[in-house]
């Protein structure tokens, strides 16, 4: 029988922390005595031959006795404990890459093997959230040069596994993001497989977004696959929908992405690094990234457009990846519906060639499967163009994407919200600007991603002309908190919508 003279036994107290891994201990706690451990303290968790850094938080009551410790549901599923398990608690042990991430705070240029050694303490449990948000910060800002993001992105590679294909040409898409609604993957994934193309798509969940296209998508089906069934997918339908941080394809960015959702930020290198380390992970190795520019979309002027595109045509050329850039229409939101469920609606809508369906998104589709017909098949823009409407118009678009969703195990009608309320224009006017940041934050504060089937539904694009009493937008709920929460901001910010 094992020692558990310096063992704490686990019990289970459900406490939802988000990502945040915190250790409950009593006061009176020997080990916490013992070894000077106080509230706030950052120590190791060990169970096994896996470990993590937790957040100790000291409990008075009688919940936790002297010989027992929780943990936050995230470190639970992280340590892969059960309720009755033992656990050894350790000081933290100097992290010698931190020296690094100081370094960088102070402005130095960090070498690849210093990236290297930054990536894989993260991805073995070596930092904390609190040491991940000071490596997110000193890199943010514009504060990686190319070098840097290089260096970045092939790190992050190596942390995880690499798919491997037996096809010279493996497509991928994916938009940087900053646009609510902006949900065209599921129908080019549809187009481009439907063409004979190999699109093995993973995707991310919402970092800053009201959904992310994995949140979309695994409203109609399951996203969740892993390597094997990636490829048994792929071999039979040609591409896939997959929620990328399942695979542990580049699994530091992962890591990395949970604070920033935290922190609420989406830096530049990183976010190139994101990107493509994925796409290189995943095995593409010719991308087209989407850039919508507007006042209000996350790229914001010209300038920081041609920017972005050299650093990814410069990082992708690096890795072995052909990168196409294309700018979009920033300026305000794609489609009706903002938030999982509600885009998902939007994406069969337009699969399936109902008159309502939103034709900026059904356009922004054909637009960019046809770059990916072009490049990848080697034909005449005209002609893909063609293709991708004729694939789409004939149905052979949405039989497409249903055979997909059957092969990833199996096809479900997005839900509704079961509470909305409308916001209505207090004048009559035409719409001339829309704050997508702040439309976005309504459609979050309703609960979206999280509550799938929250957010809104937006009636009022640039140049419509709007009277009085008009439906601008539709908050949708799943809770009366919610809703109230969400209106009360969106009553607050009467110039979301501007109208002259």
């Not at 350790?90 to 402005?107: E, N």
Request: glycine letters at 8%.
């Amino acid at each position: 029988m094992d020692n558990k003279s310096n063992q704490l036994k686990l019990k289970r107290l459900g406490i939802d922390t988000q990502e945040e891994y915190i250790l409950l201990i009593h006061a009176d706690c020997f080990i916490c005595k013992s070894e000077g451990f106080e509230a706030l303290t950052q120590i190791v968790v060990n169970h096994n031959n896996n470990s993590l850094i937790a957040m100790v938080n000291i409990v008075h009551s009688n919940i936790l006795q002297s010989c027992e410790a929780s943990l936050s549901e995230s470190a639970w599923k992280k340590l892969g404990v059960n309720e009755g398990d033992f656990i050894s608690l350790s000081h933290v042990t100097t992290v010698t890459s931190l020296s690094y991430v100081r370094s960088k705070i102070h402005g130095n240029q960090l070498k690849p093997i210093e990236f290297d050694a930054i990536l894989n303490d993260i991805v073995t449990g070596k930092y904390s959230n609190v040491q991940l948000a000071s490596f997110i910060t000193a890199c943010a800002n514009s504060n990686l040069n190319t070098n840097e993001i290089i260096s970045l992105t092939q790190s992050m590679i190596k942390t995880g596994e690499k798919l491997h294909w037996d096809y010279p040409i493996v497509v991928d898409k994916h938009c940087v993001g900053g646009l609510p609604g902006n949900r065209t993957t599921p129908i080019i994934v549809a187009i481009v497989a439907e063409a004979g193309l190999i699109i093995p798509k993973t995707s991310s969940r919402a970092i800053t977004s009201p959904s992310g296209t994995a949140d979309t998508i695994e409203t109609m089906t399951k996203v969740n696959l892993t390597a094997q069934q990636i490829k048994q997918v792929v071999a039979k339908e040609g591409g896939c929908m997959a929620w990328g941080g399942a695979l542990g394809l580049s699994p530091a960015d992962d890591i990395i992405i949970k604070v920033e959702r935290l922190l609420d930020l989406d830096p530049e290198g990183q976010m190139i690094a994101s990107v493509l380390s994925k796409k290189g992970a995943v095995g593409a190795n010719h991308v087209v990234i989407d850039i919508p520019v507007g006042p209000t979309a996350k790229i914001r002027t010209e300038k920081a457009f041609l920017q972005l595109k050299n650093y990814f045509t410069i990082v992708g050329n690096a890795i072995g990846i052909k990168v196409y850039i294309i700018k979009t229409d920033g300026n305000q939101p794609v489609g009706i519906g903002i938030g999982p469920a509600l885009e998902a609606k939007d994406i069969l809508a337009v699969l399936k060639n109902e008159k309502s369906a939103p034709s900026d998104l059904r356009n922004r589709a054909i637009s960019i499967a046809a770059l990916i017909l072009e490049f990848g098949k080697k034909i005449p823009h005209d002609e893909a163009v063609k293709i991708a409407t004729n694939i789409l118009t004939k149905g052979l678009a949405l039989k497409k994407f249903l055979d997909i969703c059957e092969a990833q195990g199996g096809f479900r009608e997005p839900n509704t919200a079961s509470l909305t309320h409308d916001v209505v224009a207090t004048k009559s006017g035409i719409v001339t600007e829309i704050d997508n940041r702040n439309l976005a934050k309504i459609a979050k504060l309703a609960g979206a991603p999280n509550d799938a089937t929250a957010g809104m539904e937006f009636f009022a694009p640039i140049d419509t002309h709007i009277e009085q009493g008009q439906t601008l937008y539709r908050i949708h709920a799943e809770s009366k908190g919610a809703l109230e929460y969400s209106l009360a901001y969106a009553l607050s910010m009467p110039n979301i919508i501007l109208l002259k």
